[in-house]
RNA sequence: GGCCCCAUCGUCUAGAGGCCCAGGACGCCUGGUUUUCAUCCAGGUAACACCGGUUCGACUCCGGUUGGGGCCGCCA
């Protein structure tokens, strides 16, 4: 019945509307996803809202973040500043509208004008420290702490004069007493309130500064919101933002409030338990499809057993009404699986050129213009062959090596550690590596390695391939007792590693020259065991 | 303290009164593939918070208890 309701819907408009205090983080693209994906799923519009109103707090760095952050994940807004992308057709550049609250302060001053004119609310003289001292005492009461109502029936006379001494106030609703507010919630059902807790709530500090609540219920109506998908950390303010609908006669919004998403202690995730910003995540190497798949699941589900989601598919079959109620804790381990997952079904071409920076960061590989290759003069330079597409520059050799560790890697930062051995020209590693377990004598090592080198030493340039190289050596190995005789010492001699992609893709990759290089090396360090 | 929300494996969850001595995924364990690590495949581990009702029958409905969480700003 309620999925028929919603589908019915037409010209819904959300919006995601964070405040440019901090980083764009997993709460805020969670918020963030599941009002674009709404908008999505009913062919309505999703709104970007800053809500900037305290001017202290709010940076344009973090401003920046959340942008970055949302293009990055995919989420692109229909309205709302800083628009770069093209669309139906259309292409979108730069601001459309004021967006940002701090923009709008007349229409704000507007409203609270109409508001006081009409009585519905009033100016409040009282100070910080009065107020603060009277809610101690509520609490210690046991009493709901809100305004005692002091300045809410001052003589209109004594008003005016302290308006016109420029004393400092607040603008204040005048709350009805013993009034039931009632939230409809598509994930919770109803929610009420009654409206003697509340107290007169502030509305604005002076006719320059106002607040959240207020801004919020304005910014809706003036927006032309329809729908309201937020944190359910929200819902307490919910209450006091229909008041002010009610009282400035806007119409109804239908509310769907998230669960939160937890940190491992069950709070509500701060940043010691991984809220990292988005942008750490990406910066570690995680991949957007993966996060939006992961951060879909925290409070959703499709209610069958698919799990991997892409944001196309979840534009289709995303519902709200599938929306958790409780509080889903954040699991890491999960995240890596998906992302793991998703390095896995990139093409090899996509993987090379994600992993390029983490290469270079690392100091494995240099870049300029036209190629890329590795640090060290490992290999002619005709080997590393560039190949230049549209928007990309990677080569042959970058491809060979990521390919060898697609299926290893769950972040795109770890890929360094992994294929150093490729982009260096000299190993470093004890020689006892080389022998391995099995391995009863030095002299059966130094066997071993001269039975690679000789083998190794026989194949043509180029015949160099991973197909002869298997045949040959492994026909040689299952000779031995155990193929690890001849497969474990090639490996360490070839990576200086104990772990591994196979000892014979890497000779592929590496080429005959440096391979039997790396062998008479790894020969002359098991010459220096001492027995 | 007041108001509000929530409650199935360790975690994310399926479950809309009999299909459930509860299904899937991550994790963990075992086995297979493998020289190693990973991937992949097969199997296993593990949960309806508690107490009352309603009902022929309750994980599912109702009430309470307990537990967890959110909010109580001249922050958003």
């Known amino acids: 019945m309620a999925e028929k309701e919603q589908t019915n819907r037409t010209n819904i408009r959300v919006r995601f509307a964070p405040s440019p205090t901090g980083a764009f983080h997993l709460g805020s693209a969670r918020a963030a996803l599941f009002n674009y994906?709404?908008?999505?799923?009913?062919?309505?519009?999703?709104?970007?809202?800053?809500?900037?109103?305290?001017?202290?707090?709010s940076k344009k760095e973090w401003e920046e973040n959340i942008f970055e952050s949302m293009k990055w994940l995919g989420m692109e807004w229909d309205e709302g500043p800083n628009l770069n992308f093209e669309k139906d057709g259309k292409k979108y550049i730069g601001d459309y509208g004021p967006y940002r609250q701090s923009e709008r302060k007349e229409i704000y001053a507007r409203y609270l004008k109409q508001l006081i004119k009409e009585e519905k609310a009033y100016y409040c003289f009282c100070s910080k420290e009065e107020l603060e001292s009277y809610k101690q005492y509520a609490m210690s009461q046991g009493l709901p702490p809100v305004y005692p109502n002091k300045c809410r029936d001052l003589d209109p006379k004594e008003v005016q004069k302290k308006l016109e001494e420029k004393k400092p106030f607040l603008i204040r609703f005048k709350c009805p007493k013993g009034k039931k507010i009632i939230v409809k919630d598509a994930v919770r059902g109803e929610i009420e309130f009654d409206s003697s807790l509340l107290g007169d709530f502030s509305l604005s500090k002076g006719f320059e500064f106002p607040l959240y609540n207020f801004v919020c219920a304005v910014d809706d109506y003036e927006m032309n919101i329809t729908d309201i998908v937020r944190g359910e950390d929200h819902i307490?303010?919910?209450?006091?933002?229909?008041l002010i609908q009610e009282a400035l006669g806007f119409p109804?919004?239908?509310?769907?409030?998230l669960p939160l998403v937890l940190g491992q202690a069950r709070q509500k995730l701060s940043k010691r338990e991984g809220a990292l910003p988005i942008s750490d995540y990406k910066d570690q190497g995680y991949l957007p499809e993966a996060l939006i798949n992961f951060i879909v699941f925290l409070g959703w589900n499709p209610g069958n057993e698919k799990e991997i989601f892409s944001l196309e598919s979840l534009a289709k079959e995303f519902s709200i009404e599938k929306v958790q109620k409780s509080g889903a804790i954040f699991n890491p381990q999960k995240l890596e699986w998906l992302n793991g997952f998703y390095i896995r079904k990139k093409t090899l071409k996509e993987l090379a050129r994600l992993c390029v920076p983490y290469l270079e960061e690392r100091g494995l590989i240099k870049r300029n213009e036209k190629m890329i290759r590795p640090k060290d003069e490992l290999l002619p330079e005709t080997s590393y062959l560039v190949t230049e597409t549209k928007e990309n520059i990677f080569d042959d050799y970058l491809e060979k090596a990521v390919s060898l560790y697609q299926e290893r890697i769950k972040k795109l930062s770890e890929i360094g550690d992994l294929v150093d051995f490729l982009f260096v020209k000299d190993l470093d590693y004890p020689a006892e590596m080389l022998k391995w377990k099995k391995m009863a004598s030095n002299q059966e090592l130094e066997d071993s390695l001269n039975k690679c080198l000789k083998l190794l030493s026989s194949i043509e340039e180029k015949s160099f391939n991973k197909e002869i190289l298997e045949k040959l050596l492994l026909r040689e190995a299952e000779e031995m007792p155990d193929r690890g005789y001849l497969l474990w010492p090639l490996r360490v001699a070839l990576t200086g590693k104990q772990a591994s992609a196979g000892p014979i893709d890497i000779a592929a990759v590496l080429g005959k020259e440096k391979t039997v290089q790396r062998i008479k090396e790894a020969i002359e360090k098991a010459r220096s065991i001492v027995q």
């Open 252 to 257: 109804k919004i239908q509310y769907a409030h």
């Open 236 to 242: 307490p303010n919910t209450p006091k933002q229909i």
């Open 37 to 57: 994906l709404f908008a999505k799923r009913y062919g309505g519009k999703f709104i970007l809202r800053i809500e900037d109103t305290d001017a202290e707090r």
